[in-house]
């Protein structure tokens, strides 16, 4: 594989400044829209990029576990339901640090589902991770019942989002080991753009043009964003590029400044610091470990899973 960690990690920060403008974009419309509407348009906009990508190597639908796309799909759009939910109500860039937690509850979740024995160094990283959700929830006041003018459960969501969001990457992991990634990003748009049309017809809000614009541009963001994502691993190792991804709080936070208003506090940029140093951390210590596993034949070099 072609190792440009200059390319890969530009098209990285670049995905990250999309995934931040289509949250932003959620934002806008979620106060007036349903969020089952919002994410129906986000996977039917998004489904010809998809295409786009799986057309570079051959569209292949045919898969012996469609069970597994439809469990992983299902958790998928609880997962977006829930970003939608909690970018409505928080400031993007607390939403955007709390979504950084994914790698934390992928170290918890790896104990009971797959059943690893993490080292100190990733405990170490977990500890550190989840002292910068303390201090965010300092900062807001969550743990002293000091009054806010964001509801206390949107940043439990946006907690548990990032658990929800690691079992996620977990079935990814899992499907991968048979399935080729461009099946189970197919599979995803097209499963969860049908799971959405069926509650369409009860909950449905006509969208004002100024809305409408913002839905297709959800779902062209999202699909620009994943072809960015899968032309930044083509480029250079996960492992080496993988920090870049945090660059999407500075675009958060900066969309949130000027576009909403919302200054980052002193308690968010500190846990934020903390939760990212955490993953930065873990993306450090898993590099031996990953080197050995291509060495030894048992993990693809460009997407760390099964050749």
């Not at 197919?186 to 449905?204: E, R």
Request: hydrophobic share 55%; net charge positive.
């Amino acid at each position: 594989m072609k190792h440009d960690l200059k390319r890969g990690a530009l098209l990285l920060a670049s995905a990250t400044f999309f995934t931040a403008a289509l949250n932003a974009l959620q934002k806008l419309t979620g106060s007036t829209l349903p969020a089952l509407e919002i994410i129906f348009f986000r996977n039917l906009f998004s489904l010809p990029f998809v295409l786009l990508i799986a057309s570079r190597t051959g569209i292949v639908l045919k898969t012996s576990h469609f069970g597994g796309h439809v469990l992983r799909s299902v958790v998928g759009l609880i997962s977006m339901i829930m970003v939608v939910m909690t970018v409505t109500r928080l400031p993007l860039a607390e939403q955007q640090v709390l979504s950084y937690t994914q790698p934390l509850f992928l170290v918890l979740l790896s104990i009971p589902l797959l059943h690893e024995r993490p080292s100190a160094q990733r405990w170490i990283a977990v500890c550190l991770g989840f002292s910068g959700v303390v201090v965010v929830a300092l900062g807001k006041g969550l743990l002293h019942g000091a009054g806010s003018a964001v509801p206390g459960w949107a940043y439990f969501v946006a907690l548990a989002q990032g658990a929800v969001g690691a079992l996620t990457t977990m079935q990814i992991r899992q499907l991968s080991a048979t399935e080729a990634s461009t099946t189970i990003a197919l599979w995803q748009a097209i499963l969860m753009t049908l799971m959405t049309a069926l509650p369409l017809p009860f909950i449905w809000t006509t969208p004002g043009v100024t809305e409408a614009a913002c839905l297709v541009a959800v779902g062209a963001f999202a699909g620009i964003a994943q072809v960015l994502q899968t032309e930044a691993f083509a480029s250079a190792q996960v492992s080496a590029i993988g920090p870049f991804a945090y660059s999407g709080l500075l675009w958060a936070a900066l969309i949130g400044w000027f576009g909403f208003g919302e200054i980052p506090g002193v308690a968010m940029v500190m846990g934020g610091l903390l939760i990212i140093g955490s993953g930065v951390w873990m993306l450090r210590h898993d590099r031996p470990a990953r080197r050995k596993a291509v060495a030894e034949g048992t993990m693809d070099a460009a997407t760390g899973t099964p050749p």
